[in-house]
């Protein structure tokens, strides 16, 4: 079945960097594109980038233009977020996902704080 475990969460100050990773197994990795979300309490989950399955395109939203890079390693069977000058507003649980028609498969998301 698929699995998405996500991992790298933490306390950063504002001005720092993470990178998350994504995991992902059960399927033909290299076959589909990735993205990754995010949630804060009381809001809906919002898309923040996307990757195609050579990791040739990628997609933003526009808060993260700039600061993150969404990558993969389709011999690792991995996906990356690299996250930097992170603000506080960015704090929020985030996910990876991948959609395999008709289904959306979702990790079990990794928290991601920024505060001094």
């Known amino acids: 079945q698929v699995q998405l475990v996500e991992s790298g969460g933490d306390l950063v100050q504002p001005g720092g960097s993470l990178r998350l990773s994504c995991a992902a197994s059960?399927?033909?990795?290299?076959?589909?594109?990735m993205s990754w979300y995010r949630q804060v309490p009381g809001k809906e989950r919002e898309l923040i980038a996307t990757?195609?399955?050579?990791?040739?395109?990628?997609n933003y939203q526009d808060s993260v233009k700039g600061r993150f890079t969404i990558s993969r390693d389709n011999a690792k069977n991995t996906v990356y977020l690299q996250m930097n000058n992170l603000k506080p507003e960015d704090t929020a649980v985030y996910y990876c996902?991948?959609?395999?028609?008709?289904?959306?498969?979702w990790g079990q998301g990794t928290q991601v704080t920024v505060s001094s």
């Open positions: 059960g399927f033909p990795f290299s076959g589909y594109a």
């Open positions: 996902s991948v959609k395999r028609y008709p289904v959306t498969y």
């Open positions: 990757i195609g399955i050579t990791g040739g395109s990628t």
